[in-house]
Every structure is written in structure tokens, then in C-alpha cells.
């Protein structure tokens, strides 16, 4: 599906207020707040509907000077951004009116929709989970439990911001359930009680067999419908536990066999991604009698050094430690090992719950293409909010009617086939890149990327300032396409082989 094209980087200053004054303001009552919204996480068909019916075309945009940013900075141009709004619906791919079923299943469990939320600190509180069900999410990995003791760190995150400050990559530090096994079993029996149609994950670890055992059968008579072996925490004060686990396929098969030893409930070995291949791990854990795969956890990490205390982050008490990275960077990694798993044939029948770097609705698409079941969010909603579940049913829905696809069963493992081995892909065709001489804005970006980093096949006129390409150069990289700031190089509809003349 084409993507709209308007000003983004506007968008990406908005700053997603709890309670938006530019709403409140507004002479039309248009919901001003949740339209930035959901431009902000590409939900554009969303976008369109909530502005229907109004016309900002002689507004004196009160919106704009009422903006928490006005007193300090330049205000978002939200007025400009809704007249761009308008115009979406033009250029938007029309949606078909069909009823569209989101709901899919892990090993035979109903989800009313793919979205739940990952095994953190999202998910650790009985009001959490609560809120998090009633905002729309499908299910809850509850923050791990444990029988032993958990000694926090202060602080224990840190991020790398993009340029809008939102968070690229996220650390944490941070350990299991600090609440006993007792007060969580009463979390999860008023869970069952208030929300009997919701997904209740019981993420366990174990320090021994008879723990997993008996973690697994009390989790299942408290009410999970799921049991996730969390073989993969990577900040755990004791040695032997999480991570260490996930990296040894003897212990897992040990542990996931000993958890399957204390329930009836489907097993997912959660497995981390701090190792070189995960698919040997998880066969492992499917010869211990899991029934599912979840992955990926977080990836170890130090996010940078303070240059002024010299002092890696998060620093406590002038120290750190390597801790797991989270967020949209990791989005990459954890769709490899996704892709992995799902292209396994000793893997298949196996459910796969994804998750890792998670942020709008593409993402998520994504992780279901390449063979992901369900899908499990943590950094994005601890920037954002739970609120952002509106946005991934959304997107996902109109991307759906858009197509013409009315399961989100029948996404599921749609991309999976494209991807081969080395020796599988086609390397004897050369697609040129085109310049779109009307989005050409003359900067040379182009031309600086191939002659530093390319092959030297543009040439830059400074009268004109516009790129021309040199076909006997060009062997179609496409360096050029990914740092133009206009998205004004394209593909050619012709392709020439190596062996054939190049004009």
C-alpha cells in the first residue's frame, strides 16, 4: 500500500499531550489531538475519518497559538497539517466495507485481536492490566514470576533519542515482579474474574525444575490461559537464570519439559537474541514439549557514556551495567530471527509470538508477513501510552479492507518465502534509479553519497543543480534513493542484465 507523503517531520513535533488543549479549542470540535495522533503512527485512513465533516480552510487556527509548545518554540503548524489531511483521502487506496476479523489464536487460545502486551513493567500491576484491557488489548505477558527476591537498580533505564526525541533504542536494567507469588496469583484470579474473554500470559522463571513445575500448575490454577518461560532476562543478579538459560539448548528442553511437567496450558519458550542462531534453542525447546516460540527479548546492551561524568548509562551511584536494548532499533534484529524461526521446517506447527521494536501498525504487519502469530508491544507503550492500541487496530484494519483481506489469520506468514538463502537471489539484473525532476529540489544529496560511499555514477550540474545518472557506471545500489530527503529517485520500469550494453 502507497504510503501518503505530507510533512512529517511537522508531524514528528507534536508531542502527544494527555490531555490536548488544541482539541479543547477547536470553534469545530474537530478531535485535533487524536488526528496528530494518528498521523503520527501512519494510521492515516484513521486520520481522514476523524477529521470528516470539517473544514479548517478560514480558521484562524486557535488550535496553533493554543499548542503547549507556543509559549517556548514555534507551535506545530497543526492547521497546515489538517488541510493536508483533507486531501488524503484522495490519494488514499479505497477501502472496501467489509466486516474484518482480527482475531487469531496461540496454540489454541482465542485473541479478539493479535496485540498484547509484553512481559514488563507494562504489565505488572492488577490496575495496569486492567486499564491496558479495557483500552483494547487483547492479552497481557504479566511481568515475570518469581520465587526469589528482586533488588532493583535507581535508575534503571536509558534511551537514544531520534531527532524528534522519541525514543530509537531503549535500556533497561530492570529485573522480575518485585510483588511475592502470592500477591500475583491474586492479581491474576480478579483478572479472570473482571475479564474472563481477555489472554492471560504467566511469564515464569524458575531457579530449578521443581520451581518451573510448580510455578507452571500454580499460574494455571489462578487463572492463565498461557504459561511463557522466560528463558532470556539478560539482567539478573544471580548467575545461571534468563539469558544464561536461553543460550544452552540442553536447559532449555530441561527447564520447558520440567514446566510442562505442572500444566495443561500451552508452553512458549520465550528466547533471547543473545546468540548467534536461535533456531538449534528452539528446537530445543520444542523436544521439551513447548508449544510455542516468543521472541525476541532484549538485546544486551550500554546505550553510551555521559562525556562529562564519563560514566556509562544509566549510571547508579557513578557505575552501570550492560543492560537490554529495546525499541524501534531493534525492530530489524528481532524480524531476522523471527523470519528464522518461521522458515524452520523442524519448527513447524510451532506458534510464534513476536515482538521487538513494535511501534504502529506497519510494524506489526511486518511480524505477521514473516510468520509471527500474535504480538507482544513493551517500549512503545511506555513512551506512548496504552492508548496506542487504537492506532494498531486501526491501521491494521483499513490496511486490511484496503487489500481486501478479511482474516488477520490469512496475513500470517505471507512474506515468509521471500526470504532465501544467499544462493537463491537473483544477481545479474541492474535496476537503475530514475529522477523525478518536479521532487527534485536540487541538493546534491545524491551525488555526495555515490561519489563517498558509492560507485561514482551521478553527475551534479551546478547551473541546473539537478543529478544526472551515469549508466556505464551505475551498478544499482540504490545508495541514492535512501538519502534523498524528497523521495525524488525512483526505479526504472527497465532493467538492463550485467552482460547487456548500458545507454
Known amino acids: 500500500m502507497q504510503q501518503f507523503k505530507f510533512d512529517e517531520s511537522e508531524i514528528s513535533r507534536c508531542i502527544l499531550c494527555l490531555d490536548p488543549v488544541c482539541t479543547k479549542v477547536c470553534p469545530q470540535h474537530a478531535d485535533v489531538g487524536n488526528i496528530l495522533r494518528s498521523l503520527f503512527f501512519e494510521d492515516y485512513y484513521v486520520a481522514v475519518d476523524r477529521l470528516s465533516g470539517i473544514d479548517c480552510t478560514y480558521c484562524n487556527a486557535p488550535c496553533e497559538r493554543s499548542c503547549v509548545l507556543a509559549p517556548k518554540i514555534d507551535p506545530v503548524k497543526i492547521r497546515e497539517i489538517l488541510m493536508d489531511v483533507k486531501s488524503m483521502s484522495q490519494a488514499l487506496p479505497e477501502r472496501k466495507r467489509w466486516d474484518i476479523d482480527l482475531s487469531t489464536e496461540i496454540c489454541g487460545v482465542r485473541l479478539e485481536n493479535p496485540f498484547m502486551l509484553s512481559s514488563s513493567v507494562v504489565a505488572s500491576t492488577y490496575d495496569m492490566c486492567a486499564r491496558a484491557f479495557d483500552a483494547g488489548w487483547a492479552g497481557v505477558a504479566f511481568k515475570t514470576i518469581c520465587n526469589f527476591p528482586q533488588h532493583e537498580a535507581s535508575p534503571r533505564f536509558s534511551a537514544i533519542h531520534n531527532h524528534a526525541n522519541s525514543f530509537c533504542g531503549f535500556k533497561n536494567i530492570e529485573q522480575l515482579s518485585d510483588h511475592s507469588v502470592k500477591e500475583n496469583m491474586e492479581i491474576f484470579r480478579r483478572l479472570r474474574e473482571k475479564y474472563p474473554h481477555k489472554v492471560i500470559v504467566a511469564s515464569i522463571m524458575g531457579q530449578n525444575e521443581d520451581e518451573w513445575t510448580a510455578l507452571a500448575r500454580e499460574c ?55 546468540i548467534t542462531d536461535m533456531v538449534p534453542v528452539a528446537i530445543a525447546a520444542k523436544r521439551g514439549g513447548a508449544d510455542g516460540i516468543a521472541a525476541i527479548n532484549t538485546i544486551n546492551s550500554i546505550t553510551g557514556v555521559n562525556i562529562d561524568t564519563l560514566v556509562a548509562e544509566p549510571a547508579v551511584q557513578g557505575k552501570s551495567i550492560v543492560g537490554g536494548y529495546s525499541g524501534a532499533a531493534v525492530k530489524p534484529i528481532a524480524l531476522r530471527f523471527i523470519s528464522d524461526l518461521a522458515n524452520c521446517s523442524e519448527l513447524k506447527g510451532l506458534h510464534i509470538s513476536g515482538m521487538g521494536g513494535i511501534e504502529t501498525w506497519r510494524d506489526a504487519l511486518e511480524f505477521l508477513l514473516l510468520g509471527a502469530g500474535s504480538l507482544q508491544v513493551t517500549t512503545s507503550v511506555m513512551q506512548y501510552g496504552y492508548r496506542i492500541i487504537e492506532d494498531l487496530l486501526g491501521g491494521l484494519k483499513n490496511y486490511m479492507r484496503a487489500k481486501g483481506i478479511h482474516r488477520v489469520s490469512d496475513l500470517i506468514g505471507g512474506a515468509t518465502e521471500t526470504v532465501v538463502d544467499h544462493q537463491s537471489i537473483e544477481r545479474d539484473i541492474i535496476q537503475f534509479p530514475i529522477f523525478d525532476k518536479d521532487k527534485c529540489v536540487g541538493c546534491g544529496r545524491c551525488y555526495i553519497s555515490c561519489m563517498d560511499g558509492g560507485h561514482q555514477a551521478i553527475e551534479f550540474d551546478p547551473e541546473t543543480r539537478r543529478p544526472r545518472l551515469i549508466g556505464s557506471k551505475c551498478v544499482g545500489c540504490h545508495l541514492c534513493r535512501l538519502v534523498c530527503p524528497t523521495d525524488a529517485v525512483g526505479v526504472a520500469n527497465k532493467v538492463l542484465r550485467k552482460d547487456s550494453s548500458r545507454r
Not at 489462578?222 to 544452552?248: D, K, Y
Open 220 to 274: 494455571e490454577a489462578n487463572g492463565a490461559n498461557i504459561i511463557e518461560c522466560n528463558f532470556s532476562c539478560p539482567n539478573l543478579e544471580e548467575s545461571g537464570l534468563g539469558v544464561t538459560i536461553g543460550q544452552s539448548p540442553e536447559l532449555v528442553e530441561r527447564f520447558t519439559r520440567a514446566t510442562k511437567r505442572g500444566t495443561s496450558l500451552p508452553v512458549l519458550a520465550k528466547l533471547t537474541p543473545n
